[in-house]
């Protein structure tokens, strides 16, 4: 088994190199889902297609977010003066416009904000939104039966969710994270990395999302872009209880054009209403 005092990055590759029974051991034994869902509307026909046939996950921007107060957290500010004027450096010179400026200016800048506690908070609140927006995340859920995700994702269940086995590419699917749920913003000490706030604003929702047990990949710097995975992790795509049968050619031109390519072919499911609770059952689509 991987060693628990190496890097994440590198303990992913060594996951990856076990064979596909220890990996799934080492899953379990760390308490994470074997299987991670995807959420989808068949309305974006060229989206399913790049996640079915293409094999690629979209990382959004944060500010595309439904939920305003996503990726918010607190400041506390350290009364270290050596911290605080080492941390207002890094953020100026992340700064493409302040980074420009001679090296007196900004000193002098910097003698500034270190006078004025509110600008200084303002001013480093600013820059990490800022670079928040620019991180890609990808949203994952652990349940393919939650009602409302259905309600509110796959179009009030007519869309369909993506099945993914993490233990097929656990490099990728490893990274995604749990989010945790809250009635408070999280807190973050002003002098830490940048990265440190990114991931605590993004890994974090008020405690009424809990239901949709959501995991996250981020991936900083990478807003908008496509995040590639083993064709062969997508095992499974279960269609939702309204599904409209007109809407199986559109998925069916999207699995030939996969096995086109020859990839493995996912197994298609069907979710169906339970007829005593308030519940979904799913069971393998029989053509």
């Known amino acids: 088994m991987p060693k628990s005092n190496i890097s994440s990055s590198q303990l992913l590759k060594e996951v990856a190199l076990l064979p596909i029974r220890e990996r799934r051991r080492f899953i379990v ?36 977010f439904n939920d305003p107060f996503d990726m918010k957290w ?23 416009d ?14 500034q904000l270190m006078l004025d506690p509110e ?14 927006g620019t991180a890609g995340v990808c949203c994952l859920s652990q349940d393919p039966r939650e009602i409302l995700m259905w309600s509110h994702y796959a179009d009030q269940h007519k869309g369909l ?10 490099e990728v699917f490893l990274q995604a994270i749990s989010v945790e749920y809250s009635a408070d913003y999280p807190v973050v000490e002003w002098t830490d990395p940048q990265e440190n706030a ?9 405690k009424s999302w809990g239901y949709e047990q959501e995991r996250r990949i981020i991936r900083p710097g990478l807003a908008n872009s496509f995040l590639p995975f083993k064709p ?23 699995l030939k054009d996969r096995e086109l390519k020859g990839f493995s072919m996912p197994i298609i499911y069907s979710a169906r209403q339970d007829r005593s609770s308030y519940g979904l059952k799913i069971f393998k689509r029989v053509n």
């Open 74 to 96: 607190v400041y506390t500010v350290d009364r270290n003066p050596a911290k605080r004027r080492k941390r207002l450096k890094g953020i100026l010179q992340n700064n493409p």
């Open 29 to 64: 034994k760390q308490n994470y889902k074997v299987f991670l869902y995807k959420y989808y509307s068949c309305n974006a026909p060229e989206y399913l297609s790049s996640i079915i046939c293409d094999s690629n996950l979209w990382l959004s921007s944060p500010q595309s």
């Open 161 to 170: 969710v993506l099945q993914f086995d993490v233990s097929i590419n656990p």
């Open 232 to 254: 062969s992790a997508l095992t499974g795509i279960i269609l939702g209880c309204r599904f409209p049968e007109e809407q199986m050619p559109l998925i069916e031109k999207i």
């Open 98 to 111: 302040i980074a420009q400026k001679t090296w007196k200016l900004r000193q002098r800048q910097i003698d």
């Open 119 to 132: 600008g200084l908070e303002t001013r480093v609140m600013e820059s990490s939104v800022k670079h928040a």
């Open 198 to 206: 990114l991931k605590v604003g993004l890994l974090r929702k008020f």
